[in-house]
């Protein structure tokens, strides 16, 4: 029986976001995971399927942003679905920041991440400091 998927589980996810850390973001997600990204063509964004593409999606976010971070606000799991709230900042390659909270909403099957859907709120990008 795997271990129960708890909000702990979440904390050390988002602390290796802000590590960059891909290989300490993905440990809680499963083989055939699936990542909706923030933005794309689609009404869910764009789609992200299984480890690899998704390990690869989030080294690309850290690439094109090195300060990259998101600050949580809180995290919580109930039975199979979990949320985790947190403000995002970043520098684009243009110099332009984003800072916006957001959420993730994730679907959890045997203690491991299936689906994470990214949600940021819509603003304007900021002046770098």
Do not use: Y
């Not at 332009?96 to 909270?101: C, G, M, N, S, V």
Request: hydrophobic share 40%; glycine share 10%.
């Amino acid at each position: 029986m795997p271990t129960p998927f708890t909000a702990e589980h979440l904390r050390e996810t988002f602390d290796a976001f802000n590590r960059h850390d891909v290989e300490g973001v993905m440990r809680h997600f499963a083989d055939d995971c699936v990542f909706f990204t923030v933005g794309g063509p689609e009404v869910f964004g764009t789609k992200i399927a299984g480890r690899e593409a998704i390990a690869a999606a989030f080294a690309a976010v850290w690439a094109g942003m090195p300060d990259a971070q998101w600050h949580q606000r809180g995290h919580f799991v109930a039975g199979d679905r979990a949320v985790s709230e947190w403000t995002f900042t970043g520098t684009r390659a243009d110099g332009k920041r984003i800072e916006a909270d957001g959420c993730d909403l994730f679907r959890i099957r045997d203690g491991a991440i299936v689906e994470k859907h990214a949600f940021r709120k819509d603003r304007p990008l900021q002046e770098a400091r």
